[in-house]
């Protein structure tokens, strides 16, 4: 059995998206997934990409994936990392692929001196939660995230 993680190709576009929509459903919003094949080609490999993805291979079948952006800590000064999506096909899971892609991000956080290395899980998510928990991450209960999208978006910045 051989697990690798490398850098996402334009190639596997319709594997990330396969991978989206496997984790919409898990997050029990099997029709919230919006994005296309071509989106993806273009807001991850196109030239002006601001986000990354990472493909986790088990005997070179790809069984999930990751997406990932850099944000900034005017604390601390620094460059963080922030994962957007984490997803193992279920059949899948056990075999190591989440706790290796986290190790992988993990990595590159401290290859590219960033501070942190966030991201979000539902509170429902008692699964990934434990495992959050048993590398070592702490939950940061002080904050409430607010969203702005849709038409309240739009409302909002064309609000004079």
Same mark, same amino acid.
């Given at each position: ?83 957007? %999506? ?43 939660? %434990? ?30």
């Amino acid at each position: 059995m051989s697990l690798s993680i490398r850098p996402a190709e334009v190639a596997d576009a319709a594997t990330i998206l396969h991978f989206i929509n496997e984790l919409a459903i898990y997050e029990k919003e099997p029709d919230a997934v919006l994005n296309t094949v071509e989106e993806i080609e273009q807001k991850l490999f196109g030239k002006e990409a601001r986000a990354h993805s990472v493909i986790c291979e088990l005997d070179g079948e790809a069984i999930g994936f990751a997406v990932y952006f850099f944000n900034y800590s005017t604390w601390l000064g620094k460059h963080g990392l922030y994962l957007e %999506d984490l997803y193992v096909s279920q059949d899948k899971r056990g075999v190591g692929a989440g706790k290796g892609i986290m190790k992988y991000l993990a990595r590159l956080a401290l290859q590219k001196d960033c501070g942190r290395f966030e991201w979000v899980v539902l509170d429902w998510n008692k699964p990934s939660i %434990d495992f959050y928990e048993s590398i070592g991450a702490k939950a940061q209960n002080e904050w409430t995230i607010y969203r702005l999208t849709g038409q309240e978006l739009i409302d909002f910045a064309e609000q004079v």
